[in-house]
């Protein structure tokens, strides 16, 4: 199968480790396309609720991919989040192609573009983390509950539904707090002259011109790989969301779990195929972090 061009991906939110990672959605997307660059905007691996009693093999598939790709020397940025926040102490760590940092600033094709993963602004995360983690089990819970729902809607045709969305349109704090973190995003990246600023967190896939006192601003959300399945792309000199639901080819990609020449099977193997990669790609080059010119 020919792989779709794309010259920078972006993914946050995807919760590895966790009873709502769509683990295998993500990586049958991941193996339809061939990316320039990949940027990893937080929250990838659940370090808040990593346990050695729930690792699938298909959580594992997607790191070793993208192990794959740093060993291609594809350029790998990771921005931890604050579930990932543990990686922060890392900062500036490079291996061959992957680098670890706390923010992005990048100037692609001429223009200022700000990538960082939005936890800095969640006022529960800087005052009571406690809370915050609580709520992180309350809602992996509600994922879980809303999964055995949908089974059971589906069966009677009536098709999914997402709980947690219900939940968070009909909380107007959680309305009200999302559209104060856009705001409070936007006028920062305008008054540090930035064209485009990324996000996460918030789980919110979005596009949208904000103008504020100090003039306009792109203001772009990866969303998650737990309810909304999407990221962002730019290609072609344009950024879009790309919506895992919205693409039969990636859907008819087959993820092989059961083992086969040249693939292992057990996380274990996984993780040992994953280790002889990085051996290979042993180079501590990073290609240049500063100035894109995907489109030409």
Known sequence: MAKRDVDIVVLSDIHLGTYGCHAKELLQYLKSINP?????????????????????ATHMMVVKHIVG????????????????ELLRRFKDFQLGSLKITNKLSLKIDGANVWIFHGDVFDVVMQHSKWLAKLGAI?????????RFVNFFSEKMGRGKI??????????????????????TVCEIAASN???????????????ST??????????????DWIENLTGLEYNDGKWSIYRYADDPVAQAIEIKKKKHKGEAESPKELMASLLQELNMSGNNHFPGTTDFNLAK
């Not at 020397?73 to 579930?83: A, F, K, L, M, R």
């Not at 309350?138 to 809303?146: F, H, R, S």
């Open 36 to 56: 320039k660059a990949v940027v990893l905007n937080g929250d990838i691996i659940d370090i808040w609720q990593f346990s050695k009693r729930y690792w699938p």
């Open 69 to 84: 790709l740093i060993a291609k020397d594809i350029p790998v940025y990771y921005i931890p989040g604050n579930h990932d």
């Open 193 to 207: 002259q930035y064209k485009y600023v990324i996000c996460g967190h918030i789980h919110q896939p979005e596009i």
């Open 138 to 146: 309350g809602y992996d819970t509600l994922i879980l509950i809303n």
């Open 162 to 183: 997402s709980l947690s969305k219900k939940v968070k349109n009909s909380v107007k704090g959680a309305v009200k707090f999302i559209n104060k973190f856009e705001a």
């Open 210 to 223: 904000v103008v504020t006192e100090h003039g306009s601003v792109i203001y772009m959300n990866s969303g």
